[in-house]
């Protein structure tokens, strides 16, 4: 390899790495952002007391709780009656 190849390589190489360390810090920013717009819906709510924003974060874990219980359930019928019945219909 001659020393221009091993400079084109070399601005290659650095080009490449900075578009990568681009892309990942783009796509962490985003994976970190609210994008369900709960922290502006707090922030315009008034200030509560403690036992209130206790009281908050019990609901969020109560519903948290259920919907997780919901998608279970949802899974769990999803392979003991849907697939099998559509197995049997189909061959």
């Known amino acids: 390899m001659s020393r221009r190849q091993g400079i084109r390589v070399s601005r290659t190489v650095g080009k490449t790495s900075d578009v990568i360390e681009k892309v990942a810090v ?4 985003w994976a970190a952002t609210d994008h369900s717009g ?6 315009c709510m008034p200030p509560m007391g ?5 009281k908050t974060i019990f609901m969020q874990f109560l519903i948290s ?5 919901l998608t ?3 899974i769990f ?4 009656y849907v697939i099998p019945h ?4 189909l061959f």
């Not at 019928?77 to 003991?80: C, V």
């Open 65 to 69: 709780v259920v919907g997780a219980i």
């Open 77 to 80: 019928a999803l392979f003991a």
């Open 38 to 43: 709960m922290s502006k819906a707090l922030e």
């Open 72 to 74: 279970g359930g949802w």
């Open 26 to 29: 783009g796509l962490f920013r």
């Open 50 to 54: 403690f036992l209130d924003e206790l």
């Open 86 to 89: 559509l197995i049997v219909r």
